[in-house]
């Protein structure tokens, strides 16, 4: 009964997470997505994170706004890993991954404040976009 009523809890909070995107160019605050819940460790700050992701400019027209693909870990044939905390990551990937469990999938919506801002990245992510990542958490250590 405890477990149901956490799912239900799970299923109310993502619906709620989603109402912020309305805006033509985004998100105007973080918004999670949470896919598949995990059943592994919990990420939080200073863990060791190990996950695999794809990236996409965000697309209001796009099915789940997805745009242009910007980067895989997949496209690598490697995870990556980091501490999370140490700001080694996009502000938005700091909070977004918080509180995942491994083996858990999540869709993160990231305004620009929360990406790279006004930096372009590359000629892929031009300045002030908004951002879509789906992640996959294999570990916590």
């Known amino acids: 009964m405890h477990r149901s009523w956490l799912l239900t ?3 109310l909070l993502t619906a709620i997470a989603v109402l912020p995107v309305s805006a033509a ?3 105007s605050g973080l918004v999670v997505i949470d ?3 995990g059943t592994g460790a919990i990420a939080r700050n200073d863990a060791q994170v190990e996950l695999n992701y794809t990236g996409w400019l965000y697309d ?3 099915k789940d ?3 242009a693909k910007i980067d895989s870990s997949y496209d690598h044939g490697q995870t990556i ?3 999370l905390g140490e700001g080694k990551v996009i502000p938005g990937w700091e909070r977004g991954i918080k509180g995942m469990r491994a083996g858990g999938k999540r869709t993160l919506l990231i305004p620009p404040k929360l990406g790279y801002g006004g930096r372009s990245v590359g000629k892929v992510v031009p300045p002030n976009a908004s951002l879509v990542f789906d992640i996959e958490l294999v570990s916590v250590h």
């Open 9 to 11: 809890a799970s299923m």
């Open 25 to 27: 160019d985004g998100p």
């Open 35 to 37: 896919r598949q819940v």
């Open 60 to 62: 209001e027209n796009a």
């Open 65 to 67: 706004h997805h745009g």
């Open 81 to 83: 890993t980091f501490t």
